[in-house]
């Protein structure tokens, strides 16, 4: 059982930057970051194996970092230039499985999941 608890969240000005943390009871293979706002599906944004592979949605790409620190086993997400349309209670999820990056489309292939932390981005 892998236990998650996220940090990091607020309320930001669009343009603004937040980092996200999520510490982990133990270093698990896939680590990744979903969010879901009211009335919207949950969306997956980013995963990161423990080699550090990552992957993207496009919505975030070039906007927002994964990073882990696996002797720590905290995940992290920098998010930059957030837009209004970022606000969602963002969530840290994890599974043991062998396909980390591709799995972030799926929430339903993660087993275990943080309680979410609230970011708010005003225009």
């Known amino acids: 059982q892998v236990q998650l608890m996220e940090s990091g969240g607020g309320s930001v000005q669009a343009g603004g930057s937040l980092t996200l943390s999520c510490a982990a009871s133990?270093?698990?293979?896939?680590l990744a970051w979903f969010r879901q706002a009211p009335r919207k599906e949950r969306e997956g944004i980013a995963a990161?194996?423990?080699?550090?592979?990552?992957s993207y949605t496009d919505s975030v790409k070039g906007r927002f970092t994964i990073s882990r620190d696996n002797a720590k086993n905290i995940l992290y997400l920098q998010m930059n230039n957030l837009k209004p349309e970022d606000t969602a209670m963002y969530y840290c999820a994890a599974h043991k499985r062998p396909d980390c990056v591709g799995s972030v489309r799926t929430p339903s292939l993660f087993d275990f999941w943080g309680q979410g932390t609230q970011v708010t981005v005003s225009s």
């Open positions: 133990e270093n698990a293979y896939c």
């Open positions: 990161i194996n423990r080699l550090s592979g990552t």
